[in-house]
């Protein structure tokens, strides 16, 4: 499977200009190409291909100096980019967002295949014009294999990072022959069968939004094109990359503990949890940063051979994890404990309701035929490399 690691870049002003020039002719080819395609499809109905769209760049890259003193590498991946967004577009099932021409400014990325860079010590070498100009790498751990790519970006912060896509093999850790159901909730981030592996809702989430808060007053107050709204425009851009990184940690650990202690887990599918909820807990779950946190649980099940399954989160909350009898009231959000007639059965609501989510008896009940529809999760094209 595939991973990214991500480092921390020493970029030198001189540096920094060449690897503008390289962002801009990626600006340049994208919309170019970009063109290229709206207009033979307006007038022709003919497709553009991926074959005649680099045949297009060469031509390009004759004409134009500027364009051809840039490394090609990274003019070649935007191709590659632009003809996977077509494709989505007219991907009849799951159609994607129409692609849209970039704006000066808005495009500080570049990626290299294994062909167009190389690493050297701690030099990353042919990022820029004929490897003249190679790139300090703060390597803050050790890649675990050869990278087959690197994309070079600068963040809303003015920060440089390079990023790069590694092979790794799934570690087996073997069965540990627990599995649980896992709750995902406003009171707790998220409930598992077992106290000890609950986890709390992230201290710092609060303090982050405060904070990020905070800058976005500061930066209403300035007035629009002043150097003053500029500079509280990086400040908040810091804050809210800060945030971001701290999550992204935060939710990785998490998530490792958990994978790592149980083979199976099995969670909520929030697609449906979305469709059946009303839209003010819609916007909570999507707030609380669920759905991302279970795409990254997913990957770090498959990374040691263990498995997240998503399943239909209907009535969890309501069934007795007991008896398996339905209450006959919906519990309201703030009643936090569950109480089963049948069986007497008294338990914390997401507690009950994470045994409820354990695949294990999912799989039983869906055995005995009460039709229960367990799917397996499909982790989304690109997050496993997040
Ligand atoms: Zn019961």
Request: proline share 4%.
């Amino acid at each position: 499977m595939e991973a990214r690691y991500t480092y921390r870049l020493q970029v030198s002003p001189a540096q920094q200009r060449a690897l503008q020039e390289v962002f801009d002719s990626c600006r340049f080819v994208w919309n170019t190409s970009l063109g290229r395609w709206s207009d033979l499809w307006r007038y022709e109905q003919v497709p553009l291909g991926y074959v005649s769209m680099a045949a297009e760049l060469t031509d390009w890259r004759g004409r134009y100096e500027w364009l051809a003193a840039v490394p090609v590498t990274p003019q070649q991946q935007v191709q590659r980019d632009l003809d996977k967004a077509v494709r989505a577009f007219y991907d009849k099932e799951h159609p994607g967002r129409r692609p849209r021409f970039k704006k000066k400014g808005s495009h500080s990325t570049a990626s290299w295949n294994v062909n167009g860079f190389s690493l050297r010590g701690d030099r990353l070498c042919g990022a820029v014009k004929g490897g003249r100009t190679p790139l300090r790498v703060v390597w803050s751990r050790a890649l675990p294999s050869v990278p087959k790519s690197v994309t070079v970006y600068r963040d809303a912060a003015g920060r440089w990072w390079a990023s790069f896509v590694v092979r790794i093999g799934p570690e087996d850790l073997g069965a540990t022959g627990a599995t649980t159901g896992l709750d995902v909730g406003l009171a707790r981030f998220a409930t598992t069968e077992f106290a000890d592996a609950d986890i709390p809702n992230p201290r710092f989430a609060r303090q982050a939004a405060k904070a990020l808060a905070r800058s976005q007053r500061n930066l209403s107050r300035k007035v629009k094109g002043s150097h003053n709204r500029a500079k509280a425009k990086t400040a908040t851009a810091k804050v809210a990359a800060h945030t971001a990184s701290q999550r992204k940690d935060w939710q990785h650990k998490q998530a490792c503990k958990l994978a790592r202690r149980l083979d199976r887990i099995g969670v909520e599918d929030l697609r449906i949890k979305n469709m059946v909820r009303n839209r003010r807990l819609s916007r909570a779950i999507s707030d609380a940063g669920w759905g991302d946190f279970l795409s990254v649980l997913a990957w770090q099940a498959r990374k040691v051979g263990h498995e997240v399954v998503r399943l239909d989160p209907r009535y969890t909350t309501q069934t007795c994890s007991g008896c398996g009898a339905k209450a006959k009231h919906r519990l309201g959000l703030a009643e936090r404990t569950f109480w089963c007639d049948g069986c007497g059965l008294v338990e914390d609501r997401d507690r009950n309701a994470a045994r409820n989510l354990n695949p294990d008896r999912w799989d039983k009940s869906v055995r005995v035929g009460q039709g229960v529809d367990g799917r397996k999760t499909l982790v989304p094209a690109g997050t496993e490399a997040a």
